[in-house]
């Protein structure tokens, strides 16, 4: 059986790069308040943290036992997008050691994203952060029919790097950094090779190939370690 080598890393954004789902939570309370839903804080981070915002409200709705429409929910959608923009525009949201992590690794080969935030949101921070020249391409909450923990992100953004960048459609040849069980469950559908880390949850609630800390300790060649099997 041949060796399968690294052929590129897919990040998660919120909870890995962003330390951003604070201000999620944040969002996601002050638009429910003005509906007259109460979200707190262990609830959001239990049960709704790994959906996209569509998907976290409706969720929402369902355990409220409440009747919006495809039309409300997306409205709800923006004007948390509202809200976030304007949380984010007071503070860095970036991870301590993400910058540095992500400017070391794209030096030895493709970088993406694959996330249930929206693309706007994604690279507004890119942006801000002058990072966005370091990844091939962005898997936004736009770009699949489903959200983690469906696979559907980790295949497109696969699929997506296959064809600009590395010519390999084979999964097992990519790695992914997730922060939560439904991310870590998305990238093993897919067949990825996963990293943890516990920026969000804890080693002991997290199942992975490989487990840190923070983004400071990875390196192309850590990484190659979990793809490069005989």
């Not at 929910?73 to 949380?87: P, S, T």
């Not at 936004?140 to 489903?146: I, K, N, P, R, V």
């Not at 296959?162 to 084979?170: I, P, R």
């Amino acid at each position: 059986m041949p060796c399968v080598s690294l052929r590129g890393i897919v990040f998660d954004f919120d909870g890995v790069i962003a330390n951003s789902e604070p201000l999620h939570f944040e969002g996601y309370r002050k638009v429910l308040e003005e509906q007259g839903v109460r979200l707190s804080e262990p609830d959001y981070y239990e049960r709704y943290l790994g959906f996209d915002d569509a998907g976290a409200f409706a969720a929402i709705a369902r355990d409220q036992s409440l009747s919006w429409s495809d039309n409300q929910v997306a409205a709800l959608v923006e004007r948390k997008a509202d809200i976030l923009e304007e949380l984010e525009s007071q503070r860095s949201v970036l991870f301590p050691g993400a910058a540095a992590a992500i400017k070391r690794l794209a030096a030895d080969g493709p970088l993406a994203i694959a996330s249930g935030a929206l693309r706007a949101e994604i690279l507004r921070t890119l942006d801000r952060e002058d990072l966005r020249r370091y990844f091939a391409l962005i898997v936004a909450a736009e770009d699949t029919s489903e959200s983690k923990p469906s696979p559907a992100p980790y295949l497109r953004a696969v699929e997506r790097l296959a064809a600009v960048a590395t010519g390999s459609s084979d999964p097992a040849g990519y790695v992914a950094i997730e922060d939560s069980h439904w991310g870590l469950e998305s990238a093993r559908a897919a067949g990825l090779k996963t990293v943890a880390v516990t920026h969000t949850y804890a080693a002991a609630e997290l199942s992975a190939d490989l487990t840190v800390a923070n983004l400071d300790d990875l390196t192309w060649r850590r990484l190659s370690a979990l793809t490069d099997i005989v």
